[in-house]
């Protein structure tokens, strides 16, 4: 069982920005694809970002392309997600996935084995 905890969520002005921080104590996380979702009430999870196994490549939903980077920092075993020039429609509960079996990161919920308990954002206008 690989488990996941996020860091870094909080509330936020529009414009602003927010690091939020996925990690854990397995070892072998670098050799997993990962992703960040996010989910506001009423709808279903959707996918942000996403980074290869091996950190070859990087994948972002057209919504936060360009404003969001995902990253590794595998000597913390730690995924991050910097969020710049945030919009109010960026609320929601954020939540890092990994997936064990996949070189390149999923969008879809059903990729992804492990998942964290997430954190909440919320950007105000």
């Known amino acids: 069982q690989v488990q996941l905890v996020e860091f870094g969520g909080g509330l936020v002005q529009a414009g602003g920005s927010l690091r939020l921080s996925c990690t854990t104590s397995?070892?072998?996380?670098?050799?997993?694809?990962m992703g960040w979702f996010r989910q506001v009430p009423g709808k279903e999870r959707e996918f942000v970002a996403g980074l290869t196994r091996g950190d070859i490549s990087t994948v972002y939903a057209d919504s936060v392309k360009g404003r969001f980077t995902i990253s590794r920092d595998n000597a913390k075993n730690t995924v991050y997600l910097q969020m710049d020039t945030l919009k109010p429609e960026d609320t929601g509960v954020y939540y890092c996935?990994?997936?064990?079996?996949?070189?390149?990161?999923?969008?879809?919920?059903?990729?992804?084995?492990?998942w964290g308990q997430g954190t909440q954002v919320t950007v105000s206008s």
């Open positions: 996935a990994a997936d064990p079996a996949r070189i390149r990161p999923g969008a879809t919920v059903e990729n992804y084995v492990y």
């Open positions: 397995r070892r072998t996380f670098n050799t997993y694809a």
